[in-house]
């Protein structure tokens, strides 16, 4: 099979099991992309998991950085596809049957037991997109300021963004 | 609870753009900017829809935010529209992962990088912090919400216990406990 054809095969199968999304499946595609095929190296694996964090949006972009590596655009575009159509497909399915049911009793208590956990989830990823930056007073305080701006004005924390990421830049993160 | 009216007429294009916004905005994560996107700034969805939305697609595979897209996508759009939304999520992240990569590989080194990730972080993680603060305010005012609100967050963020397991033991017993009683 063309390295093409197994890079799809491999993350197609991958989609399925990501619960959770990249971050749940990452070990397995270590194991894939270094270990079984070796498409990249262990320090390049690394350097691609930094890249994917320093963009914006999902770190699934990951995986659109080791197609790019092992087949250019053609490879990037690929992987990504690969790895987002079957659990796209699932969510589309799901969807369909979450509206059909629309008020039925036990979707609502299905919906009552999840939110609380939704919450929970949300201000846990809070903590921990916090404690990948363990810093100092500032970083705490930009955090603070960031979530009274967010909470209590109309004003776009993009500029917040902007702000901490060029007090980071003059080093004083 | 009604949908706001503005969600009554979602186009094609409307929803390219707003997941576009959501995407190029996502530093640290999309989410929170999707819910921006969705409930404050479009109001296509009321507080409480997206809450739902999200919980749904926590139990999917998959980023949580991509099928966010899917599902939102296809309520206003069908097929079409979640085919729209998803590639307007990821039209911009894509473009800049590919444009980071190969100033990485030309340069070897992404200098002062590290340093503005960062900046950004402590920035993000007050915005989710207050995204989840904002969700918390749909909650039911009750024992059993908080009980099972305060579990998830100790067993993910204080205890570092891997999401899965704790996803599908908690959730059939916050689900079980707000099951209809029998009258």
Redesign the interface.
């Known amino acids: 099979m063309s390295p093409l054809g197994t890079l799809a095969a491999r993350f197609m199968m991958l989609s399925l099991v990501a619960v959770g999304g990249v971050q749940s499946i990452l070990p397995e595609v270590h194991r894939v992309v270094v270990e079984m095929h070796q498409w990249v190296t262990d320090a390049e694996f690394t350097q691609m998991f930094v890249i994917a964090r320093a963009a914006p949006g999902p770190n699934m972009l990951l995986v659109t950085l080791v197609g790019w590596h092992v087949a250019g655009l053609p490879g990037a575009l690929v992987a990504t596809a690969a790895v987002c159509a079957p659990s796209c497909a699932l969510s589309y399915f799901a969807a369909g049957v979450w509206q059909r049911f629309r008020g039925a009793p036990w979707r609502r208590a299905v919906e009552a037991g999840l939110a609380p956990i939704t919450v929970g989830l949300v201000l846990a990823t809070g903590w921990l997109v916090m404690g990948g930056a363990p810093g100092g007073w500032v970083a705490y305080t930009i955090t603070g300021l960031t979530t009274a701006v967010v909470l209590f004005t109309r004003i776009n924390p993009v500029w917040l963004f902007v702000l901490a990421g060029g007090l980071g830049l003059l080093g004083l993160v | 609870m009604t949908p706001p009216p503005a969600a009554d007429r979602v186009t094609l294009g409307e929803l390219y753009r707003g997941f576009f916004t959501a995407?190029?905005?996502?530093?640290?994560?999309?989410?929170p900017w999707a819910r921006r996107m969705l409930v404050e700034e479009r109001r296509w969805l009321t507080p409480r829809e997206f809450?739902?939305i999200?919980?749904?697609?926590?139990?999917?595979?998959?980023?949580?935010?991509?099928?966010v897209s899917?599902?939102v996508g296809?309520?206003f759009g069908g097929?079409r529209g979640?085919v729209v939304a998803?590639v307007g999520?990821?039209t911009?992240?894509?473009a800049?992962?590919?444009a980071?990569?190969a100033l990485?590989t030309r340069y070897g080194h992404?200098p002062?990088?590290?340093?503005?990730?960062?900046?950004?972080?402590?920035?993000?993680?007050?915005?989710?912090?207050?995204?989840?603060?904002?969700?918390?305010e749909?909650?039911?005012r009750t024992a059993?919400?908080?009980?099972?609100?305060?579990?998830?967050?100790v067993a993910?963020?204080?205890l570092r216990w891997?999401?899965?397991p704790v996803?599908f033991t908690?959730?059939p017993l916050?689900?079980?406990?707000?099951?209809?009683r029998r009258p």
Do not use: E, H, Q
């Open positions: 995407g190029a905005r996502g530093f640290g994560g999309a989410m809450t739902d999200l919980g749904l697609c926590n139990f999917l595979p998959g980023p949580n935010i991509v099928n899917i599902v296809a309520r097929p979640a998803f999520l990821l911009l992240p894509f800049v992962v590919l980071l990569a990485y992404m002062g990088i590290d340093a503005v990730l960062r900046g950004v972080g402590a920035a993000a993680g007050g915005l989710v912090f207050a995204t989840g603060i904002k969700m918390a749909t909650l039911p059993l919400a908080a009980g099972f609100l305060v579990l998830a967050f993910i963020a204080l891997p999401l899965i996803l908690l959730a916050s689900v079980l406990a707000a099951w209809p």
